[in-house]
């Protein structure tokens, strides 16, 4: 099935982008230029206040309402602790990610050996097999259960007034978007998503692929490239579910963009003075062609010279070979008006709607 993406960016204070298919509109985002989406974006921010009571900390990051860092949101490296019990904390999430990952594996196989049954296997070859996965499962249970403990007892060691100090500063990414008089809730854990890939540079040992890919064959195949792929030790990398029957070359890319992504984030903190926005996620162009565009759209027209501009910008550092198909809307006519879009989206308002 054929579709399109339009995007209107004519007016500066809103970005509208529509996909159309045979059966009609198929979806509809608007973004405004007045509230803009702060989810994903990363912030050098500077500790404000630290609240005991909460076991938390309100952090500066240039917004009208100071975010939210809860204690747990806190990655290690910023602790002012001892060099020994840092690292402990930091090998006790290592392992408690892996282990995670490991179990998730353990029991998807059980999965797949049930659907798959077990016809031309003997009494006492399944025996074996389930005695040995059991076995594996108490083994990680049991890692995971003292790896799970001792983070727990060394948080409880300290306060997160003894951890972090006012006046701090702290890299910092939005995970809820500001509410009523409530700030933004963040993160010090960093995660960029890109089309295939999500890199997260400083959350230790954690490689993995998305739940929703479910098939053996499939996560076997993703694992081999996520190993080939000499991801660094401190770093994790997920595959997203677009990420299923992509070739290693289209993941290497989409996993070497974030990653130059991030080194630019990192010498842009270098120069920072907090607070600042250091990596802008909420851009809408930049969310559709990523989340929602696929190479089977050969159309992607754009109206609005800036927008047409940005687009086609990051289409090329996204999927270069497909910057061709974006195009820009040159009739007078309005690009929503033409395709009629206009009248699916008041549709949506209508008392009775038809799905």
């Avoid at 996993?255 to 842009?268: A, G, H, M, Q, R």
């Avoid at 089977?296 to 090329?316: F, H, P, Q, R």
């Avoid at 879009?341 to 799905?355: D, H, S």
Wanted: proline content about 2%; charged content about 35%.
């Amino acid at each position: 099935m054929s579709q399109k993406l339009l995007i209107d960016g004519s007016r500066d204070s809103q970005t509208q982008v529509a996909l159309l298919s045979e059966n009609g509109l198929e979806d509809f985002e608007f973004e405004s230029s007045s509230r803009k989406n702060l989810k994903g974006n990363i912030y050098l921010g500077k500790v404000s206040r630290i609240e005991a009571s909460l076991q938390a900390a309100f952090i500066d990051i240039g917004s009208e309402k100071n975010g939210f860092l809860a204690f747990g949101e806190i990655h290690p490296n910023y602790f002012q602790i001892p060099v020994a019990d840092r690292e402990a904390l930091i090998e006790a999430e290592a392992n408690i990610e892996e282990e995670h990952n490991t179990q998730d594996d353990i029991e998807e196989n059980e999965e797949v050996k049930e659907s798959e049954g077990e016809e031309g296997i003997t009494a006492t070859e399944t025996d074996k097999d389930e005695s040995s996965t059991d076995n594996e499962k108490v083994i990680k249970n049991r890692k995971h259960k003292s790896s799970s403990n001792l983070k727990r007892k060394l948080y409880r060691s300290y306060k997160i007034q003894e951890v972090i100090k006012t006046g701090q500063l702290i890299l910092v990414q939005v995970v809820k978007e500001e509410r009523g008089n409530k700030g933004a809730a963040l993160t010090s854990y960093i995660s960029l998503a890109g089309k295939y890939t999500v890199l997260m540079p400083n959350s230790t040992k954690t490689k993995g692929i998305s739940r929703k890919i479910s098939t053996s064959d499939d996560r076997n195949k993703l694992k081999q490239i996520i190993d080939e792929l000499n991801v660094p030790l401190e770093m994790g990398l997920i595959i997203r579910t677009a990420g299923l029957n992509k070739t290693k070359n289209e993941i290497k890319k989409d996993y070497s963009t974030l990653n130059k992504l991030w080194v630019e984030i990192v010498t842009d903190t270098k120069k920072a003075i907090a607070p600042a926005l250091i990596h802008e996620e909420g851009n809408l162009l930049r969310r559709v062609l990523r989340d929602v565009y696929t190479k089977d759209m050969k159309d992607i027209l754009v109206e609005g010279k800036e927008s047409y501009k940005e687009t086609k910008k990051y289409m090329s550092q996204l999927l270069p070979s497909c910057a061709k198909f974006v195009k820009q809307y040159k009739s007078k006519e309005p690009i929503f008006s033409r395709y009629k879009v206009e009248n699916e989206i008041i549709k949506m308002f209508n008392p009775e709607v038809k799905l």
